[in-house]
């Protein structure tokens, strides 16, 4: 009985730190994987689609995130066009592919879903300048104080900004990037491509496509009364109801499986249980906005209309947007939430779409009232978010807004790290800021530019009006 107790205890043993082992594994290759599919990925991007020097994106890009990411090297293959990241041991492997016109996509489950050759974007007219010498120069500007401003926030550049550009009136008055950028480069939106996908659905709902009050066409969600009634405007504004786990410090969150492990994006969101009754709670998710673009593509498909071409055609090509690329997941669809890429001129553009009120050049590309739309606050929020944008509106109960200098009607896209673009009515001004801002939230840290550029444009008799 004693040896047999001994035998026992020691199977125990034996079994509980196998356990612990395999436990081990599964959560160090889910961690890995995650690193790897992140690195794999930027790395793809940015030196295929952005065209940067695969030196300097390696040996700077990835500075400053976790010491894990220092330990998973990344391998370029420019004649594949590919990037491939691995662990120790070879964990967590990651490959993302380059294609023309769609960017990098990761190769998750196996393989990535064929899509049609896209007919490259005719350039069109080129940005209005008004430059503080000849006679373009806007008047109502302190171009010096424009300059000082930009220059003081580059010749140190303790922020790492990457691209900053000032339109006014619909005219370029500033413009200046760091070393190794230029108007040439796209620029990765992080979640500013969120209100990139809003964009297409206003498209969408301009062509009939759509009605916003209408439940969304999820497959997920069919037979199941709950979730079958979210609205396309419950998640627009972010209130769903749906779990969604945003935490990118944990390697298998809902956000980093979406992103860097499953071929499908919108899948993983759509998967989600409903936790409040849909309108009645606000929670910022990535994959509301990948629901939202697997729904759109469905909603063109069943139409004959292809996602990526009927966004050139609706809103690309017609503001002369020829640089922007939405990356897809493995199974095709746009990841809505965080891949798109543009030149910051054209990111510019997509701003002054919505200055204009979504018209341009006299025609109209979004519906009317759509832009009170996205920037009314949703319902469930402090005043601080719209459909897809951000609103820089004091809170109810005593929040300041986020950029105090700056009046409560600006409306911004913003992205991780520091992507945005600043929509700000009252003086027709339009700012894109690009960069790497780590180590201190980069929508505090910006302020200070944001109020020295604010300052520095007056107000038109036109804009006094207003």
Same mark, same amino acid.
């Given at each position: 009985?004693?040896?047999?107790?001994?035998?026992?205890?020691?199977?125990?043993?034996?079994?509980?730190?196998?356990?612990?082992?395999?436990?081990?594994?599964?959560?160090?290759?889910?961690?890995?994987?995650?690193?790897?599919?992140?690195?794999?990925?930027?790395?793809?991007?940015?030196?295929?689609? /952005?065209?940067?020097?695969?030196?300097? %994106? !390696?040996? $700077?890009?990835? +500075?400053?995130? &976790? =010491?894990?990411?220092?330990?998973?090297?990344?391998?370029?293959d420019?004649?594949?066009?590919?990037?491939?990241?691995?662990?120790?041991?070879?964990?967590?492997?990651?490959?993302?592919?380059?294609?023309?016109?769609?960017?990098?996509?990761?190769?998750?489950?196996?393989?990535?879903?064929?899509?049609?050759?896209?007919?490259p974007?005719?350039?069109?007219?080129?940005?209005?300048?008004?430059?503080?010498?000849?006679?373009?120069?806007?008047?109502?500007?302190?171009?010096?104080?424009?300059?000082?401003?930009?220059?003081?926030?580059?010749?140190?550049?303790?922020?790492?900004?990457?691209?900053?550009?000032?339109?006014?009136?619909?005219?370029?008055?500033?413009?200046?990037?760091?070393?190794?950028?230029?108007?040439?480069?796209?620029?990765?939106?992080?979640?500013?491509?969120?209100?990139?996908t /809003?964009?297409?659905?206003?498209?969408? %709902? !301009?062509? $009939?496509?759509? +009605?916003?009050? &209408? =439940?969304?066409?999820?497959?997920?969600?069919?037979?199941?009364?709950?979730?079958?009634?979210?609205?396309?405007?419950?998640?627009?504004h972010?209130?769903s109801?749906?779990?969604?786990?945003?935490?990118?410090?944990?390697?298998?969150?809902?956000?980093?499986?979406?992103?860097?492990?499953?071929?499908?994006?919108?899948?993983?969101?759509?998967?989600?249980?409903?936790?409040?009754?849909?309108?009645?709670?606000?929670?910022?998710?990535?994959?509301?906005?990948?629901?939202?673009?697997?729904?759109?593509?469905?909603?063109?498909?069943?139409?004959?209309?292809?996602?990526?071409?009927?966004?050139?055609?609706?809103?690309?090509?017609?503001?002369?947007?020829?640089?922007?690329?939405?990356?897809?997941?493995?199974?095709?669809?746009?990841?809505g939430?965080?891949?798109?890429?543009?030149?910051?001129?054209?990111?510019?553009?997509?701003?002054?779409?919505?200055?204009?009120?979504?018209?341009?050049n006299?025609?109209?590309?979004?519906?009317?009232?759509?832009?009170?739309?996205?920037t009314a606050p949703?319902?469930?929020?402090?005043?601080?978010?719209?459909?897809h944008?951000?609103?820089?509106?004091?809170?109810?109960?005593?929040?300041?807004?986020?950029?105090?200098?700056?009046?409560?009607?600006?409306?911004?896209?913003?992205?991780h790290?520091?992507?945005?673009?600043?929509?700000?009515?009252?003086?027709?001004?339009?700012?894109?800021?690009t960069?790497?801002?780590?180590?201190?939230?980069?929508?505090?840290?910006?302020?200070?530019?944001?109020?020295?550029i604010?300052?520095?444009v007056?107000?038109?008799?036109?804009?006094?009006?207003?």
């Open positions: 009985m004693t040896i047999k107790t001994h035998h026992w205890v020691v199977s125990a043993t034996v079994i509980g730190i196998v356990t612990a082992a395999v436990f081990a594994y599964g959560k160090t290759n889910g961690l890995v994987r995650t690193g790897a599919g992140y690195k794999a990925k930027v790395a793809c991007s940015e030196v295929f689609l /952005a065209g940067r020097n695969a030196d300097d %994106v !390696l040996s $700077g890009e990835f +500075d400053d995130i &976790d =010491p894990l990411l220092d330990r998973i090297p990344v391998k370029i420019p004649e594949k066009r590919e990037a491939f990241a691995s662990g120790p041991l070879g964990l967590g492997q990651a490959k993302a592919i380059f294609r023309d016109g769609y960017g990098c996509t990761l190769v998750n489950g196996g393989g990535v879903t064929s899509l049609p050759s896209l007919d974007l005719v350039a069109s007219a080129p940005w209005p300048e008004a430059p503080p010498v000849s006679g373009k120069a806007l008047p109502h500007v302190d171009y010096a104080a424009l300059d000082f401003a930009l220059t003081n926030a580059f010749e140190k550049n303790r922020l790492n900004h990457r691209a900053v550009l000032v339109a006014v009136d619909g005219k370029i008055i500033a413009e200046r990037y760091a070393e190794g950028f230029s108007k040439e480069t796209s620029f990765l939106s992080w979640s500013a491509a969120k209100s990139v /809003a964009t297409l659905v206003g498209a969408a %709902v !301009l062509e $009939g496509l759509i +009605d916003i009050n &209408d =439940p969304a066409p999820v497959p997920e969600w069919q037979g199941d009364d709950e979730r079958a009634a979210i609205t396309w405007s419950n998640l627009l972010m209130q109801g749906l779990a969604f786990s945003e935490d990118y410090a944990n390697p298998n969150s809902d956000v980093n499986r979406m992103l860097f492990h499953e071929p499908g994006a919108g899948a993983v969101a759509a998967d989600q249980p409903l936790i409040h009754p849909p309108g009645t709670f606000w929670d910022y998710s990535s994959g509301t906005s990948n629901i939202i673009a697997r729904a759109l593509r469905q909603v063109l498909d069943d139409t004959g209309k292809d996602y990526y071409t009927f966004a050139q055609l609706a809103i690309y090509g017609p503001i002369g947007a020829t640089s922007i690329t939405m990356e897809p997941d493995a199974s095709g669809a746009n990841i939430s965080s891949f798109i890429y543009a030149t910051a001129r054209d990111w510019a553009r997509l701003g002054q779409l919505y200055l204009e009120d979504g018209v341009w006299g025609a109209q590309l979004l519906p009317e009232g759509w832009i009170n739309y996205v949703a319902a469930a929020t402090d005043n601080h978010y719209g459909a944008f951000w609103l820089n509106r004091d809170g109810k109960d005593g929040r300041v807004r986020f950029v105090p200098g700056l009046p409560e009607g600006m409306y911004f896209m913003s992205g790290e520091g992507q945005f673009v600043y929509i700000i009515p009252d003086k027709r001004m339009v700012i894109v800021r960069g790497i801002t780590r180590g201190e939230a980069p929508r505090e840290a910006i302020v200070p530019l944001l109020e020295e604010y300052t520095a007056g107000a038109t008799d036109e804009t006094q009006t207003e």
